[in-house]
């Protein structure tokens, strides 16, 4: 006997999925109950229109399966991680790595918290209730990420002193066109420049270099555990790039989005690749960083074949590898 | 004094006022009418009534609730200077009826 | 596994952007506090632990759910229980909504890092209860109508305005610590009790086993969100400044939560469960004065904090709210997505064992009923400017229906406690328009058409269907 379902999902071929009749349906659209200068939902929190109700997350992510997949995933990383610690390998990485370590997994947990933060405006204001359930999700990986990255440096890293990574993070000249990246991000208001700023421009770009950098330079230097955390770090990403790619088809399929939507991605990713290759220039890494670069570059090429998005010629040229004019 | 017949007819012509009516004593909530505003309290009071599914014993008073006062039955409903939403409670001045305290 | 919450030290101050821009003063305007940096959070949770602990809750309540809907719970529950639960699921579920997207605003702009960072874990607990109660319902809507299109009666049907003008205003306030007092101390410390353990005891009685599974299952989250709000206004009440927004606000929100839980939620205990576990004002004095009033504010005096402004107030309702509750929605059986029905010689019993006053004030309606009149309105009553009730409470032959002029209007409220509130925000809450206004002038075919209610639905249940 077929199952009943909510109005909205019935009368279709497919029935609906488990993650469809618990993350649809839960937003409003009507007259606001009060006035307050934050308001409920307001059409005008993005310059993007369109059917809010209908997108879905290919993924499709809902708690009860979140909390699942992430248990195991977590469980995984314990036994890696502790193996390393309790095996005392961790004198075994090389040291040139280690200080490598300091700043592209310590440091950059601040990077991965200023997502997090963007990701809850996103969560707060988006105008769709499943998008709203990505950027939650994402927010969740994303401290995963912060914590796990925390978690690594300070084992590797036991006597640094307090507040060294907040100083990195403040004052190494090659995060701080990240953390201006970030900081600019942040005080964006319309939700939908924010995914497109952070996840198609920066994370589009900074995640496969990341795990380029934690999968092959890990494996390289002996750090077993910086691969783990690559690896699994990526099948998270994995689910957001699934997401943010759906979400610009979904707004570019009305003609009045493609504007706003070319000229945002125009507009930041230059800069989001001057920070990849600032953190490349930092630390070569005998030729890695730049390989890992490299890669990032084309990875997002290939994603941009299959998004209705217009590409400006300076995009083109900066995903080509030729001289980013936004490079400072 | 114009009839129940003139009254409704008058409906047809004049933009209705928006007032609530509540019977003291009565079960049923208040409700929002949209009373004609030539008409007379007497008329309202009536109708109210009937709005309300309630007969309260004669005779019924009604009073403006913003202020307490006791309108007076053959006044016009426009002529009262009533807000939009205002709110005019009937009551039994018949003795010894739950209705008739307030 | 670490228990050490990691992510603290994480918030910086920026150098390329204002300070004001990335946290904009308004989400504390008005509060003070020394050093924002210093705000201790109580829970220390991180990610870690959240996942191992939640994934573990999961598997033990999916199961259960799943076991209650492959062999047919519901067989075993009177009929008239899953009635209730139609008026109760959405009102719940949009709280846990509103609650969800409020608190994903206090993780980004509460001034205090630590504040944010318990903020987080809060946010994505409520996508939980949310969810929950959706498999809930879901399971409910494979044996009966009345749940399928519960998104439109949300925003269309006047027995689950309350939920949602109340609750999205909680979530649209500009102040964060509005939202925290409103959410965690007034809905989550007062109230949470009251309705995840004493309606779980009353649906485990009357069947409802997956229901009494999901509620116990929410109310465990609910202990972190309960530190929240204790620290919460602990820490703001040290400045003596704070004292008058923090009462202002205590005073409103404790107010209007009891509006929308204490009527709605009532009749569960009292009505739509057929076998009665306890009077619902002795749930209410249990739950919600004993624990909460006996305990925390008398904790709170020393801050010089008063107890809700309006609490004798409520209180005083207590003898009747789940009853003129119930009557009113009887009188529009007509027009709700749920059945009513007339009480049985049972459920009267109970009344007087109970309520001492149910004769004196409610007896006349039910042996009207019982000697045949109807009751049916072909209106809506009037509600509430602030809280969306009918203005019917205490008793509908008498109701405490007050007045506030206001650009030109008459504006009514269902009691003191509501007009108190308008009467201090009279702006915020002039531009509502309430559903008795807005469906203004239609006949009953016609409201049930703007409320989405579809032939055969509603009604009432008779007394051999098994109620």
Request: with cysteine; charged share 20%.
């Amino acid at each position: 006997m077929t199952r009943r379902t909510w109005v909205w999902l019935s009368g279709r071929k497919r029935p609906p999925s488990d993650y469809e009749e618990v993350s649809t349906g839960v937003q409003w659209y009507s007259d606001p109950s009060s006035r307050t200068e934050t308001g409920g939902w307001r059409m005008d929190s993005t310059v993007i229109k369109a059917d809010w109700g209908a997108f879905r997350d290919p993924s499709s992510v809902y708690y009860r399966t979140y909390v699942a997949a992430q248990d195991s995933a977590e469980r995984q990383l314990d036994s890696v991680v502790a193996t390393a610690r309790d095996a005392g390998y961790l004198s075994a990485i090389d040291p040139a790595w280690k200080t490598t370590l300091t700043s592209l997994i310590g440091a950059m947990s601040f990077a991965e918290w200023g997502v997090v933060m963007a990701h809850q405006h996103v969560q707060r204001f988006a105008l769709s209730p499943t998008v709203a359930g990505c950027a939650q999700f994402q927010v969740m990986d994303k401290l995963r990420n912060a914590e796990r990255n925390l978690e690594w440096y300070e084992l590797v890293h036991p006597t640094a002193e307090p507040g060294t990574l907040n100083a990195v993070w403040m004052n190494a000249p090659e995060m701080q066109p990240l953390r201006r990246y970030v900081e600019e991000a942040l005080v964006v208001q319309d939700w939908a420049e924010i995914i497109i700023a952070v996840n198609l421009a920066l994370l589009g770009v900074l995640q496969p270099f990341l795990r380029e950098i934690y999968v092959r330079g890990g494996r390289a230097s002996g750090d077993f555990v910086a691969s783990a955390m690559g690896a699994t770090f990526a099948n998270d990403a994995a689910r957001q790039v699934a997401w943010t790619d759906a979400f610009v088809n979904y707004c570019a399929a009305e003609p009045v989005n493609a504007t706003p939507l070319s000229d945002w991605f125009g507009n930041y990713l230059p800069a989001a690749v001057a920070a990849m290759d600032a953190l490349v220039l930092a630390f070569p890494m005998d030729g890695l960083a730049a390989d890992a670069a490299t890669v990032a570059r084309g990875e997002l090429s290939d994603r941009l074949d299959a998004l209705n998005l217009k590409r400006t010629d300076t995009v083109v040229a900066v995903l080509a590898g030729y001289p980013n004019p936004s490079k400072v | 004094m114009t009839s129940e017949r003139g009254m409704i007819e008058a409906a047809a012509e004049v933009e209705p006022l928006l007032i609530y009516v509540r019977a003291n004593g009565a079960s049923t909530p208040p409700l929002l009418m949209n009373p004609v505003p030539t008409w007379t309290v007497r008329f309202f009071t009536k109708v109210g009534q009937q709005s309300l599914y309630v007969q309260l014993p004669a005779p019924v008073e009604a009073y403006r609730s913003l202020d307490g006062a006791r309108l007076d039955p053959d006044a016009i409903l426009r002529e009262l200077g009533l807000l939009p939403y205002e709110m005019i409670e009937l009551r039994s001045a018949a003795p010894n009826t739950d209705s008739s305290r307030a | 596994m670490t228990t050490t919450n990691r992510t603290r030290q994480l918030y910086w101050k920026p150098s390329y952007v204002d300070l004001d821009a990335m946290y904009p003063p308004l989400a504390s305007a008005g509060i003070h506090f020394d050093d924002w940096d210093s705000w201790d959070d109580p829970f220390r949770m991180n990610y870690r632990q959240y996942i191992d602990v939640q994934a573990k809750k999961e598997v033990g309540f999916h199961p259960v759910r799943d076991a209650f809907e492959r062999y047919d719970g519901m067989q075993h529950m009177p009929r008239r229980w899953a009635e209730g639960m139609k008026l109760v699921f959405p009102f719940l579920q949009t709280a846990e909504v509103a609650a969800n997207r409020a608190h994903s605003r206090t993780a980004r702009y509460a001034p205090a890092p630590a504040l944010r960072t318990a903020a987080f874990y809060q946010s994505i607990d409520e996508v939980r209860h949310f969810q929950n109660h959706l498999f809930e319902m879901r399971t409910y809507n494979q044996k009966t109508d009345g749940f399928d299109n519960w998104a439109f009666w949300r925003d269309n049907h006047f027995a689950i305005a309350p939920a949602k003008v109340v609750m999205e205003d909680m979530m649209a306030s500009d102040n964060v610590f509005e939202s925290i007092i409103a959410l965690n101390l007034c809905v989550e410390v007062v109230f949470t009790n009251l309705i995840f353990i004493g309606i779980p005891s009353v649906g485990a009685l009357n069947g409802d086993t997956a229901l009494a599974q999901e509620m116990l299952t929410t109310q465990s989250d609910e202990t972190r969100h309960m530190a929240i709000g204790q620290s919460t206004v602990r820490t703001l009440l040290r400045d003596e400044r704070n004292l008058e927004q923090i009462q202002y606000w205590f005073d409103k929100w404790f107010w209007l939560i009891h509006r929308i839980v204490a009527g709605p939620v009532g009749m569960i205990p009292d009505y739509f469960a057929k076998r009665k576990y306890i009077p619902f004002q002795e749930m209410y004095k249990r739950y919600v004065i004993d624990n909460f009033i006996s305990g925390m504010v008398d904790d709170l005096a020393e801050f010089g904090l008063k107890p809700p402004r309006h609490l004798e107030q409520a209180k005083a309702e207590l003898p009747d709210m789940s009853h003129s509750m119930y009557r009113t929605l009887f009188q529009y059986k007509t027009m709700l997505f749920n059945r009513m029905f007339v009480p049985t010689d049972e459920d009267l019993e109970f009344f007087d064992n109970g309520y001492p006053t149910f004769t004196a004030n409610h007896g006349k309606f039910w042996d009207d009923v019982r000697a045949g009149d109807r009751k049916d309105l072909a209106q809506l009553p009037m509600t509430c400017q602030m809280c969306a009730l009918p203005c019917v409470f205490p008793v509908p032959e008498a109701p405490t229906v007050c007045c506030s002029v206001y650009e030109g209007k008459a504006f009514w409220f269902c009691s003191d406690g509501c007009k108190f509130i308008f009467d201090h925000e009279p702006y915020r809450y002039g531009n509502r328009v309430t559903i008795d206004r807005k469906l203004n002038g239609l006949d009953v075919r016609q409201l049930r058409m703007r409320m989405g209610l579809p032939k055969g639905i509603g009604g009432v249940l008779k007394a051999d269907d098994d109620i």
